[in-house]
């Protein structure tokens, strides 16, 4: 359900279950957070097989648990998303086909979204009654707005890919979004990790400001260390 490679400083992970469109059941979902684990490297790039990015929690699973097991697929789906985002490195997401429910739930949690043309994004839970509960309900709204999230999560409506570049929701329509990917991990591997821990920082302000200078001075350090050796 997922295949992994190494491509230089890149990491690809596969969601390989084109038959039932990268669909995710609660096995598939703890083999993603290991691949996620397991990896070290500066990028990370995670896609779809087939002619999907993923479809979510696989609503045959879905319609069979009890209530505590549903409470715990969340959980499991957030540990997901969070280890997307958490990950020492940047995360792209590769979207090239639908997107739906917890498939854009799991791309919101990555750094950098990147659609083809052929991509799509819904919410479409709200018409089964239902709603994806992997961190979208926080995330949604913190990227494109209150407004917009309202929109996409309220109508269930598909979001194409040109309407998401607009609102936010993805950063670029590209042909191939895993060279973008691996053309990010050709740059300075320390520093990429530097770029996203300031970058995700909540922080005050002033705290923010210290550790950046911080940072900065790390990086200057090692640049005048590697220039004298050099």
């Known amino acids: 359900m997922i295949r992994t490679a190494v491509t230089g400083d890149c990491r690809l992970i596969t969601l390989d279950r084109p038959q039932r469109r990268n669909a995710l059941t609660p096995s598939g979902l703890d083999a993603l957070d290991d691949a996620i684990r397991d990896a070290d490297e500066p990028v990370l790039y995670l896609t779809g097989a087939g002619d999907a990015f993923c479809a979510g929690a696989d609503l045959d699973v879905v319609a069979e648990l009890t209530e505590d097991d549903a409470a715990e697929f969340a959980r499991r789906g957030q540990a997901v998303a969070r280890a997307l985002t958490e990950y020492n490195g940047a ?3 590769g979207i090239d086909g639908p997107a739906r429910g917890g498939g854009v739930e799991l791309a919101l949690a990555c750094d950098i979204r990147l659609a083809t043309g052929e991509a799509s994004f819904a919410e479409t839970g709200v018409k089964l009654g239902l709603f994806g509960a992997w961190g979208g309900t926080a995330r949604l709204p ?3 707005g209150v407004g917009e999230a309202m929109d996409i999560a309220l109508s269930g409506r598909t979001i194409a890919a040109e309407t998401a570049l607009r609102m ?3 950063s670029r329509i590209v042909d191939d979004p895993r060279a973008v990917a691996q053309s990010i991990a050709a740059n300075d591997a320390a520093t990429l990790r530097v ?3 300031r970058l995700r920082d909540d922080a005050d302000r002033e705290t923010q400001e ?3 200078a911080a940072a900065f001075a790390e990086r200057i350090a090692a640049f005048d260390s590697e220039n004298r050796n050099g």
């Open 91 to 93: 995360v792209v997401a």
């Open 142 to 144: 913190r990227i494109v």
């Open 168 to 170: 936010g929701l993805v």
């Open 195 to 197: 770029i996203k821990q």
């Open 210 to 212: 210290r550790r950046e």
